[in-house]
């Protein structure tokens, strides 16, 4: 990785499309409910926020803003791992700095009712340890997929859209299992409201979900369903191409 303006620029990318995910993402309180509304209200909210976020950065750093996405990036082969350590450095001090400036735009009184705290989100207790990794390791799954096919040079054609599409993906995981884990489907967005407010004894547990998916979905995508072409001297010549 060379040190130039160009990879401050990505860098700082990544920095600012964290922060602006923490403070959009949970600004309005309604994260840690867990009534239907207030479920819908979250869900659209990290939807949109996401489709912001892509919008503004996505030029610029390609708006990963997630640690996940960006290891998957880096086991493409898109990005080296020097800078997918700076990445998710990035990323972390972007959520750390969004969500300290976000406990001081917020009235105390929302603070105060946000249980256990703003942008956290418990698991349920009924839930075993081993369904609370296997619910965020599918949700997240299904994020990295989205990546994924963003990536594919076969999706080349359709990326008038690609915000959209992303930010109803993120709607749709966030819907289904908000009430269950949180569906942060996001390392950081896990791991900094923690810091501030405590440690709960789930947080490895989403965390290794997480992690999980970000590592395993990339070489089943790699091995399922990238096409292996031949060449052309190696196929018979009385087979007919395909």
């Known amino acids: 990785m060379i040190l130039n303006f160009y990879t401050f620029m990505r ?45 503004i950065f996505g030029f610029i750093s390609g708006a990963h803003a997630n640690p ?20 998710i450095s990035c990323q972390l001090t972007g959520a750390l700095t969004g969500y300290f400036l976000l406990l001081q735009m917020l009235p105390q009184e929302v603070i105060d009712s946000s249980k256990p705290a703003v942008c956290v989100v418990e ?13 965020e390791c599918f949700l997240t799954s299904v994020l990295v997929m989205g990546w994924c096919a963003l990536w594919d040079v076969r999706s080349g054609r359709f990326l008038d859209s690609v915000t ?65 072409y031949r060449l052309l001297e190696s196929v018979p010549l009385n087979q007919p191409c395909l």
């Open 11 to 55: 860098g700082f990318g990544e920095f600012g499309a964290m922060l602006l995910y923490m403070v959009l993402g949970c600004m309005s309180g309604k994260a840690t409910s867990q009534d239907a509304g207030s479920l819908l209200i979250s869900s659209l909210q990290y939807g949109l926020t996401g489709m912001t976020v892509m919008h």
């Open 68 to 87: 996940c996405v960006s290891i998957a990036c880096w086991i493409f082969g898109y990005i080296p791992m020097d800078m997918m350590m700076l990445y």
């Open 123 to 135: 698991p349920l207790a009924s839930l075993s340890n081993l369904q609370i990794v296997g619910i």
């Open 164 to 228: 959209l599409r992303m930010g109803f993906l993120i709607t749709a995981c966030s819907f289904a299992g908000g009430t269950l884990t949180g569906a942060s489907m996001n390392p950081a967005k896990t791991l900094v409201p923690t810091i501030f407010n405590g440690n709960p004894e789930t947080v490895l547990l989403q965390l290794g979900g997480q992690i999980l998916a970000s590592v395993v979905v990339p070489h089943i995508w790699q091995f399922a369903c990238t096409p292996r």
